[in-house]
């Protein structure tokens, strides 16, 4: 669908698709940008440009618009603490691994943990209606934006504020007025610096007008009503009509701290470690400028590069306060946001390799190390991993579970990439010889040698690494998850009939329909699937052992070991009791 045509049809039609009752009471009015020409909703009669092309825009920098200062955990307290007064269930994180969507290796927003993809449709399932939720969420298609732009991060928190209004929860209405007091009366922000600006989000199938909300030019979150399916003038609402507001914690701490950088304030006592090794004060005049320039021009180029050329240019930046200052700085967010993102994978059961989603955590890890070796630091990671998990388990009490298996794996790596070197810099010197690589060579390089971009940089093989060069390797990989999936034929068997939504046997006998390989389709069972965050049944088919289960539409499909059954035999089949027990107790789940 072409997000386009949906916001000129939904703009065309305001009253329906977005005057909601908060802006009738507080006076709201209607403008359109001067500039861009999108449409917002604002209490100053004088504003004519948009957020993003403000005068304003960034200008919290140094000095935020309330009295009020939170950092990364204190903000996620005072949001949690704001909903749960108003009636909404506080639910745990899921995990980072998405395991219960085929399609996608990574939580990639807070709504992707309720989601689940039946054939064409995608039902929400709710452990409360309504709900908030602190959701981890990994993207990397920005990778080479971190660390530089005060802003990305390539793991952050979603504020997931999500209602399912048709079974007892709230629609449009009461979502804006929710989200206008967190804002003012919870955060203290003038009710004057908030501006809403007219959106649509569509996906899957389904589409529905979204509001985003901006103090001082920072997009703090955005509330989309997925309401539609369907083609645009075809559509029809949707059986389930569902709010899904997405709010970036980071940002909420980075406009009430008014920092250089919201990594200034989301990384806890770990910048202070850094900042010593490099010498750096980062609350400078300085850096205020720079990283004020620079947050306001990056949206408006595609080459990372060159937005910050022009940073520095506006800022005044002499060379040599680049490369003592600015580099310095740039590297130690990139390893402290590096580390961060490694730590929540880790927890939650992903490990770096060269298959699949672990390619992006190797990069991260080579990046780190990289960084590491540039800037000759001398880091104790283990040290960094513990201060970021001690900073982190009031809220996240699961990683400090796991802080030593993320040790040992991460040193494991970190051998194999400094094992590595000697070949990689055989490679890299013929890369010298031969010219500068494209994108896709550079790809082939680190699949093949597992050679980043930043260490062909450092050797200077190659003098910038092209802004194109992540996100391309990250289509790839997850095109390659869907791919896979495509090749499992099961568009001709018949849907499984689930047991465990009925008697629930812990020992049945059901037909092998279909085996592929060490996966076995059953025409009946009662082996629960991965599912929001949920672990599978284990146990035992044919007395072969269960160790997965995955839930692909409508059909679901047992993984075995030590061999499987033949097409058409009827097998013996039992869950694994003390598991069922053990997950049914940790993470229950009721569906909407």
Not at 75 to 93: D, G, I, L, M
Not at 258 to 279: M, S
Not at 384 to 410: A, M, N
Not at 533 to 538: A, K, L, T, V
């Amino acid at each position: 669908m072409d997000k386009r045509e949906i916001l000129k049809e939904f703009s065309a039609d305001p009253e329906k698709y977005y005057n909601v009752k908060l802006f009738q009471e507080q006076g709201f009015v209607r403008k359109s940008c001067t500039k861009c020409g999108r449409f917002f909703w604002t209490l100053n009669a004088d504003r004519n440009l948009c957020p993003d092309d403000g005068t304003d825009t960034y200008s919290f920098i140094g000095e935020p618009p309330t009295s009020k200062r939170f950092d990364y955990t204190q903000a996620w307290k005072q949001v949690e603490k704001f909903f749960v007064k108003n009636n909404h269930t506080s639910v745990s994180r899921y995990p980072v691994v998405c395991r219960w969507r085929d399609d996608l290796f990574f939580t990639i927003a807070s709504v992707v943990d309720f989601q689940r993809i039946m054939g064409s449709k995608v039902i929400f399932e709710f452990p409360a209606n309504p709900l908030v939720v602190p959701q981890t969420c990994l993207r990397f298609k920005d990778l080479e934006n971190v660390g530089v732009t005060g802003r990305h991060f390539s793991s952050f928190c979603m504020i997931g504020q999500h209602s399912i209004p048709d079974l007892g929860g709230y629609w449009k209405n009461e979502c804006v007025d929710l989200d206008f007091r967190l804002l003012t009366n919870q955060f203290g922000i003038k009710k004057e610096e908030v501006v809403f600006v007219e959106d649509v989000w569509a996906g899957g199938g389904s589409f529905g007008p979204s509001l985003e909300y901006f103090v001082r030019g920072l997009e703090l979150g955005n509330a989309v009503f997925t309401e539609f399916q369907g083609e645009l003038g075809q559509h029809t609402t949707l059986d389930q009509r569902v709010i899904d507001m997405g709010a970036g914690l980071e940002r909420f701490a980075w406009i009430t701290m008014g920092t250089p950088t919201a990594y200034d304030c989301c990384f806890g006592p770990i910048n202070q470690i850094l900042f010593e090794k490099i010498g750096i004060d980062s609350d400078s005049a300085i850096l205020k400028k720079y990283f004020t320039e620079i947050a306001k021009e990056i949206d408006h180029f595609d080459d990372l590069n060159e937005v910050r050329r022009l940073a520095v240019k506006n800022a005044g930046i002499t060379d040599n306060q680049l490369n003592k200052m600015i580099t310095p700085l740039e590297g130690v967010y990139l390893i402290a946001d590096h580390l961060r993102t490694l730590i929540f994978a880790i927890t939650d059961g992903a490990l770096p390799s060269n298959v699949g989603g672990g390619y992006n955590l190797r990069m991260m890890l080579r990046r780190i190390n990289g960084t590491i070796n540039r800037l000759n630091l001398k880091l104790d990671i283990d040290e960094l991993i513990d201060t970021h998990i001690d900073y982190l388990k009031d809220t996240y009490p699961e990683l400090d579970e796991k802080r030593e298996d993320v040790k040992t794996i991460l040193k494991l790596e970190s051998v194999r990439y400094e094992d590595s070197k000697v070949h990689m810099k055989k490679k890299a010197e013929k890369i010298r010889e031969k010219g500068v690589p494209t994108v896709d060579e550079l790809i082939t390089l680190y699949e093949s040698d597992g050679i980043t971009p930043e260490y062909l940089k450092e050797v200077d093989a190659i003098s910038e690494i092209p802004s194109q060069f992540y996100s391309k390797l990250s289509d790839l990989h997850q095109s390659e998850k869907k791919k896979a999936i495509r090749e499992l034929p099961l568009e001709e068997l018949p849907e499984t009939e689930i047991l465990f939504y009925k008697d629930d046997p812990m020992e049945f006998e059901a037909k092998v329909i279909k085996v592929f390989d060490d996966q076995v389709v059953l025409n009946k069972t009662s082996f629960y699937a991965r599912g929001g965050g949920q672990e599978p049944d284990f146990g035992t088919i044919a007395g072969f052992k269960v160790i997965n289960v995955d839930k692909h539409a409508n059909i679901i499909v047992h993984k075995l070991e030590g061999g499987t059954p033949k097409e058409g035999d009827t097998v013996s089949c039992k869950v694994d009791e003390t598991r069922r027990a053990n997950i049914t107790k940790t993470t229950p789940v009721l569906t909407y």
